[in-house]
């Protein structure tokens, strides 16, 4: 099903509900300038954070494997943290090709944490899974660790990204949702628990106003795919990667100037 590993126009496939992966595909870039990329985008179901767990587990299986059927990819990267966090294993069990996922950076940022509060702020279905309370309880157990969801702030970096400019109270809010929690006056590091958010982080910087850290796992992705890639042949010269969408209006057309500063082409429907 899959291509060789010897062949080097496999490319990689990237993986999100929306626009958010670009995130991920921005590290990628850096360390695989020669890597084709197909960037692959549902906004037939998007947002994936008000999807119930039933949803994501049967749709994104199902989507990726008619993905890695048709591209015939090296390497898949699920970016997108509410996906990874309820379908990942069902995708590995389903694709014979690695499977990369998109995981709350909670390790990193309690390295990083001095003050031991620790923010999450990712989509509703991100900050209630099990999967969340696991990396809090092995790589952070001495901390408090304060959640927030938000759709919106997934709406407004899609709007951004559209280049439009989104209400500055959508971030004040999403920050809000963790500074007013009981221990959030002293929280020095925000988990951005949804690619989408790294697209917004200014945004969310000049919102909360005050010195906080904010950390993804979008290098540290990059750097499991290079890894996972190290002794497999790409081609001569970087390409334009492609741009498939599962839906596209004129609202998903006004993305192709984002995309192409990413070395995107103009998206095509699934």
């Not at 697209?199 to 106003?209: C, H, S």
Request: net charge negative.
């Amino acid at each position: 099903m899959t291509a060789s590993i010897h062949s080097p126009d496999a490319p990689i496939l990237i993986f999100d509900s929306g626009i958010g992966g670009l995130s991920v595909l921005g590290p990628i870039r850096a360390l695989l300038p020669l890597a084709p990329i197909v960037y692959a985008a549902d906004y037939a179901a998007m947002p994936y954070g008000t999807k119930s767990e039933a949803e994501i587990a049967a749709r994104v299986p199902a989507l990726l494997g008619r993905l890695v059927e048709r591209f015939r990819p090296r390497i898949a990267v699920i970016a997108c943290n509410t996906a990874s966090t309820i379908a990942l294993d069902h995708v590995r069990a389903a694709l014979d090709i690695p499977v990369v996922g998109t995981v709350p950076a909670i390790k990193p940022a309690a390295a990083l944490s001095q003050s031991r509060v620790i923010g999450v702020l990712g989509t509703e279905a991100t900050v209630r899974q099990p999967y969340v309370e696991r990396l809090a309880r092995d790589f952070a157990a001495d901390a408090t660790i304060l959640r927030h969801g938000s759709a919106d702030l997934v709406l407004a970096a899609e709007a951004k990204l559209r280049g439009e400019t989104p209400d500055a109270a959508i971030f004040a809010d999403a920050m809000a949702g963790l500074t007013e929690q009981p221990g959030g006056d002293v929280m020095d590091v925000v988990v951005l628990s949804c690619t989408h958010f790294p697209l917004v982080i200014d945004e969310l910087r000049a919102a909360v106003g005050r010195d906080m850290h904010f950390i993804d796992g979008g290098e540290g992705i990059a750097r499991r795919v290079a890894y996972l890639t190290r002794d497999q042949v790409w081609p001569a010269a970087a390409s334009e990667g492609r741009v498939v969408f599962t839906r596209l209006d004129n609202a998903q057309r006004h993305y192709s100037a984002a995309l192409a500063t990413y070395g995107l082409g103009a998206p095509q429907l699934l």
